[in-house]
């Protein structure tokens, strides 16, 4: 079991946020746009306030759970990241057409723990709009046919591939790879 708790900061930037509010406040009583930060503050200050108090998120090998919503990992049918990562939000859909938003204020490395977990539990959903086997690059091989040949990944440049290719043969002809003779070796 693994449980994902929202990062302890975003409690205390709230306050921070809070406190210049007041301090913005305050100033507008002499200098009205000064009021449009205090507004825009409380509002930052109540956004932090909504992430710190997300509920933590607690995988298991066979289910999962938001706060006190907990679901099987076979009820899950899609996992679709959106464009948010700090804090991350995935768009999860489940089965009879239920869908909804997972957010995770933690730390980036924590949320990319946490994506990667859920990724590989649900083994029934399409990923990010992909099935579970093609999106972990598993190849599935029809009945009867041969499995397809591995993929070749290419590790050198194309002008690198042919030097080593006349290498190869240059060796393969002579039996090593310099031109010199026995006897410039012995000196």
């Given at each position: 079991?693994?449980?994902?708790?929202?990062a302890?900061?975003?409690?205390?930037?709230?306050?921070?946020?809070?406190?210049?509010?007041?301090?913005?406040?305050?100033?507008?009583?002499?200098?009205?746009?000064?009021?449009?930060?205090?507004?825009?503050?409380?509002?930052?200050?109540?956004?932090?306030?909504?992430?710190?108090?997300?509920?933590?998120?607690?995988?298991?090998?066979?289910?999962?759970?938001?706060?006190?919503?907990?679901?099987?990992?076979?009820?899950v049918?899609?996992?679709?990241?959106?464009?948010?990562?700090?804090?991350?939000?995935?768009?999860?859909?489940?089965?009879?057409?239920?869908?909804?938003?997972?957010?995770?204020?933690?730390?980036p490395?924590?949320?990319?723990?946490?994506?990667?977990?859920?990724?590989?539990?649900?083994?029934?959903?399409?990923?990010?709009?992909?099935?579970?086997?093609?999106?972990?690059?598993?190849?599935?091989?029809?009945?009867g046919?041969?499995?397809?040949?591995?993929?070749?990944?290419?590790?050198?440049?194309?002008?690198?591939?042919?030097?080593?290719?006349?290498?190869?043969?240059?060796?393969?002809?002579?039996?090593?790879?310099?031109?010199q003779?026995s006897?410039?070796?012995?000196?």
């Open positions: 079991m693994n449980q994902y708790r929202p302890r900061h975003y409690l205390p930037a709230s306050v921070v946020a809070l406190a210049l509010a007041v301090f913005s406040a305050w100033c507008g009583r002499n200098w009205l746009p000064a009021f449009i930060p205090a507004v825009l503050l409380v509002l930052s200050a109540a956004f932090l306030i909504f992430l710190a108090t997300r509920p933590a998120v607690v995988i298991r090998d066979n289910s999962w759970s938001v706060g006190e919503r907990s679901f099987l990992w076979s009820e049918e899609s996992l679709d990241t959106t464009g948010w990562t700090t804090p991350m939000v995935l768009r999860v859909g489940l089965r009879g057409e239920r869908r909804f938003y997972l957010i995770y204020p933690g730390e490395e924590r949320a990319g723990r946490l994506l990667r977990q859920m990724r590989r539990l649900a083994r029934g959903a399409r990923l990010e709009g992909l099935p579970y086997r093609q999106y972990w690059g598993e190849i599935t091989s029809v009945a046919d041969e499995p397809p040949a591995p993929p070749r990944y290419h590790v050198l440049r194309q002008e690198d591939e042919a030097e080593v290719e006349r290498l190869y043969q240059q060796l393969k002809t002579a039996g090593r790879l310099d031109h003779t006897e410039e070796r012995r000196d």
